[in-house]
């Protein structure tokens, strides 16, 4: 199964780091230029800190998430850090300050150092005022973080950190009452509270590998590989492409190994149908019944992309804004890549602020086909 947090990253596509961008003399040419230019096209604040840029026709150097408007390509020179840039003879913008110390660094550094403080302190009560003392500030600064950097709170963090650690229990054949205790839960009515909406079966059942659940299943020929679509009495509960039946069953079998697994074309057919005519360009919307699992946060994701309309597209920041969360866009791409069901839930359709595609869970092949069918059907 793909490492949500890997695909997240993948997703965004966030993630420029200082040390694969070429060191060059501020001449523009560098070999990474093209990739620090699209960083400063997104305004990408990820990049700040590993690079500034220049404008010669201003004498004036930015940090990448710069708001001032953007210059010329030919304008503009690149040094690893403002003392080059100063040296050159450019002055600091007076809007983004990037001479100062990064207010976005620091919140994010506050921000991970309270989730590896969670990780390692789980089996003890965790309040906005623990934290806080813990890590020498205030429990609003500890929260304001949490929002700003990941768009949930800390208490949605230490729930989801704790059910993880309980799967990974469960998993290991730990009985269920160490489970509960060794992740904090104080009562075992708590995490049976949580178990049918992160689990979808109680602790017991999912020890058990999902022992008395059945998963009806199968997988179909498409124009852009195998698709598999799996579906419990309830509804949809997964969907995939990939090239093979072998590795699309495994993924099933390794959430769910005692799981009855069923391969039933009779009872998938109406959903296949529907999602066949989605790829062909002849149905434009999916409406199929779900059943999956998702926080409030991931939830209200899913529910923006649904609303994005067909043969069109939205960046990770305009899916954030759009939820009420404009500072959350790491979250945004945090919760595509969970989508277990892509397609009827269309996370393809979000690509990052340049235009670059981005990742994709299926591929990036698939998803360039995807959007380029929608639009030629939506302008038909």
Known sequence: ????????????????????????????????????WRAVLARDAAADGTFVFAVRSTGVYCRPSCPARRPQRDRVRFFREPAQAARAGYRPCRRCRPDAPAGRDETAALAQRACRFIETHLDEPLSLERLGAALGCGPQQVRCAFARVLGLSPKRYVDACRLDLVKARLRAQAAVTTALYDAGYGSSSRLYERAARRLGMTPAAYRRGGAGATIRYTTVATPLGRLLVGRTDRGVCAVSLGDSDTRHAAALRAEYPAARLVRDSRALAPAVRSILGYLDGREMHLDLPLDIRATAFQGRVWDALRAIPYGTTRSYSDVARAIGRPSAVRAVAQACAANPVPLVIPCHRVIRNNGDLGGYRLGLARKRALLERERTAAAR
């Open 1 to 36: 199964m793909l490492n949500v947090q890997e695909a997240a990253k993948q997703e965004a596509g966030v993630a420029i780091r200082a040390d694969r961008v070429q060191t060059h003399n501020g001449s523009g040419g560098g070999p990474g230029d093209e990739q620090r």
